[in-house]
């Protein structure tokens, strides 16, 4: 574990401090999971939830703030016994899925889902014409219900056609006034009034909080940094921790602790939980 800095050190005593009233958010992929070259593949990393476990002995509640529908997720991380495990433990597990537009508890055990945004289903309608004029008629069109996934990482040249479309589909979803989040040689189209900065304040305000953590790894985390690091200015004790199991300058700059990908992650989360 590397603190960035005194400032930092100073925020991660002042977590330590409030604890009991601290909620925990984590990002999935990269973050709890390494990241694999089959999405599908992914899987938590073995020592996550045991620290989990630990973790609910300790804090308020823990979420894992995804952009991966909460089905996926659940079923890949085994979250609902780990949910169950971590209730006997004294905290609830919350999962936001699809940067917080889904929400699935412990304890209520089923999928929260508002309608798709408006747009979607238009977007939807003219997206083979752009992938075509693209010369990338054959990527892969994910429906994931609230959001759109092009994925190009099965084709010929997946780099190259990712850069093809980048642009137009950028276009096409601001025409429909949606947004979009390009990762590894998948673009996600989706509505800009959800991302993970907005379900962390609603899980702090939720749970009135007295304490913050937030774990992510990935440019779809950004706004989730933002939102620690704004509400700690607000006087709320925070901790931005980054998981850096690639090259995320963005990412590092925001963050007070850097962790060496999911394996860090779970030191660290085992060291915060620890007594001095
Ligand atoms: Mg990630």
């Excluded at 085994?78 to 433990?89: E, I, P, S, V, Y």
């Excluded at 996934?149 to 093809?164: I, L, N």
């Excluded at 040689?185 to 305000?205: D, L, Q, Y």
């Excluded at 602790?257 to 992650?265: E, N, Q, R, S, T």
């Amino acid at each position: 574990m590397e603190l960035t800095s005194d400032e930092a050190r100073a925020h991660y005593d002042a977590v330590r401090d409030v604890l009991a009233g601290t909620v925990v958010g984590l990002d999935f992929d990269g973050t709890l999971s390494p990241v694999v070259d089959d999405p599908e593949a992914a899987r938590l990393h073995p020592g996550a939830p045991g620290a989990l476990l630990e973790l609910a002995e300790v804090v308020r509640a823990v979420a894992v703030i995804t952009g991966r529908p909460a089905r996926q997720a659940i079923a890949m991380g085994d979250l609902d016994a780990l949910g169950n495990a971590m209730l006997d433990r004294g905290a609830e597990l919350f999962v936001f899925g699809q940067y917080g537009n889904e929400r699935w508890s412990a304890t209520e055990q089923r999928i929260r889902s508002p309608r798709p945004p408006a747009g979607l289903a238009s977007f939807e309608r003219e997206l083979p014409s752009v992938l075509r004029r693209a010369g990338a008629p054959d990527a892969f069109i994910e429906e994931k219900g609230l959001a759109v996934a092009v994925h190009t990482r099965r084709m010929d040249d997946p780099s190259g056609a990712f850069d093809r479309l980048v642009k137009p589909i950028a276009a096409l979803a601001e025409r429909h006034h949606l947004t979009t989040e390009p990762g590894r040689n998948v673009i996600e189209v989706r509505s800009g009034e959800m991302h993970k900065g907005r379900a962390v304040r609603t899980f702090v305000a939720e749970q009135e909080a007295a304490g913050v953590v937030f774990g992510g790894d990935d440019l779809g985390d950004v706004e989730a940094f933002e939102a620690v690091r704004s509400l700690r200015s607000e006087g709320l004790p925070g901790l931005v921790v980054c998981s850096a199991s690639h090259e995320q300058p963005d990412l590092v700059r925001l963050a007070d602790v850097v962790v060496d990908g999911p394996a860090g992650m779970v030191d660290l989360l085992g060291a915060l939980v620890r007594r001095p």
